[in-house]
Structure formats: C-alpha cells, structure tokens
C-alpha cells in the first residue's frame, strides 16, 4: 500500500466539498470557519498532512475526540438504550482514497 501526497488544490477541493455546518470536534472548529479561511490554511494543512506520510506519524493531538452519549428513546435512566456518538475534528471526516 502506498499513500500519495496532498496538494493544496486537493486539500481546498476537500474542504470545499464539506457540508457547511457549525458543530464542531474537539477542536471546536467548524467546516463554516473551515471553508471560511479554506484558502489561507490549505497550503499549511498540505505541507503538514505530507510531513505525516514522509515521516510515518500521525499526529497526537488528532487521535483525540469527544464521544457523548445519545439517548435513542424509552427511559432515559436506563444506559442501555443510549449510542455513543464521536465528534471528530473537521479534518478527519473526509475520508482519503488510497492507492
């Protein structure tokens, strides 16, 4: 498996194409700030994202992310009826298509 290296064109199409929403992750950075300021961070976020690959790390402060918990419906002191729901940080949601 080989992983190919970003563009900034890649990284400004990516976040083009997310939904413009104001949740945010951890981070609390949404995709709307996100596509905001898209032009202005694409060439940082690329040069970061091929460091990672070159250098095989992923980096730490990315693994984190909030999970709460969802009540689905029924009583609400009863935990098994709730689903955990993660909220990853904005980069991570757009999956990346490996050759």
Known sequence: MQI???TEWEIKSIISSLKSKNSSGYD???TKILQLFGNHI???LA???NKSITIRVFPEQLK???VIPLHKKGDISNIAI???ISLLRVFLKKQC???
Do not use: G
């Open 64 to 66: 984190y992310t909030v």
């Open 97 to 99: 298509i490996v050759d």
């Open 28 to 30: 609390e950075i949404s």
């Open 4 to 6: 190919v290296p970003t």
């Open 42 to 44: 694409s060439k940082p």
């Open 82 to 84: 709730y689903r955990p």
């Open 47 to 49: 040069f970061i994202f």
